[in-house]
């Protein structure tokens, strides 16, 4: 399966300020996701990040708040814009391959960000 | 989707049989049962899927009912690196939205020394 290496891996952010977090592939994928895991919560779809387009956002995300990039097949970044606290959650990249009939989903290790 | 349920929590003894329920009385017939996990910290990792067979691969098995109503995700020898939220999910495979899952809280397995 692919691997994929998200960077940051953890980050401490201010108030107002954006960050950005790189997902890289090591090999073509179609289809890439960004999810994000609130503490103690499960994951949440927040958009699908498409190749040569705009991303494919999730009811309750936008993509002023969440600019979403798909510069080539194995690479993809995430903009978390303008914290708030209620940003601080972990933040997945994963990938779809298929498998046995189905597609399964690969994910990075996560970005986790606080927010204070 | 197909909603899931699953027990809060579990817990197994090492080196005994972990065997995980999920419910999913409302599956439709092109829909297949994945199980993922995700130990404390790190990313959720594939395990296993099925459709209506049962399944087994080098992480575990998995029994799906005649009727599909139901499955059980089964770690045949528990170790403390298996202790991890566990989730069951239903989904179709083909459509607008396949590629993507939906979790929900899974089960929380302790395996105790």
């Known amino acids: 399966s692919a691997v994929i290496s998200q960077k940051p891996s953890r980050d401490i952010c201010q108030r107002g300020t954006s960050l950005t977090i790189q997902c890289q592939v090591d090999s073509q994928v179609t289809m890439m996701f960004w999810y994000r895991q609130q503490p103690g919560q499960s994951l949440t779809l927040i958009a699908t990040a498409n190749q040569g387009s705009e991303a494919t956002y999730e009811s309750g995300f936008v993509i002023d708040k969440f600019p979403i990039s798909r510069p080539n097949l194995t690479f993809s970044t995430l903009t978390v814009s303008n914290m708030s606290p209620e940003d601080s959650s972990i933040y997945l990249c994963?990938?779809?391959?298929?498998?046995?009939?189905?597609?399964?989903?690969?994910f990075g290790a996560g970005s986790r960000l606080t927010v204070l | 989707d197909a909603k899931t349920t699953q027990p809060t929590s579990m817990d197994c003894a090492e080196g005994r049989a972990a065997n995980l329920p999920c419910n999913h009385s409302?599956?439709?017939?092109?829909?297949?049962v994945y199980w993922y996990r995700q130990i404390h910290s790190q990313g959720p990792q594939y395990i296993i899927h099925g459709l209506k067979n049962n399944e087994t691969n080098e992480m575990a098995s998995l029994i799906i009912t005649e009727d599909r109503k139901s499955s059980t995700l089964i770690l045949p020898h528990a170790t403390l690196r298996d202790t991890a939220v566990y989730y069951c999910?239903?989904?179709?495979?083909?459509?607008?939205?396949?590629?993507?899952?939906?979790f929900g809280k899974g089960t929380k397995l302790s395996v105790i020394p």
């Open positions: 999910i239903v989904r179709g495979i083909s459509g607008a939205g396949s590629y993507q899952l939906t």
């Open positions: 994963s990938v779809s391959r298929y498998l046995s009939g189905a597609n399964v989903l690969t």
């Open positions: 409302t599956i439709s017939g092109n829909e297949y």
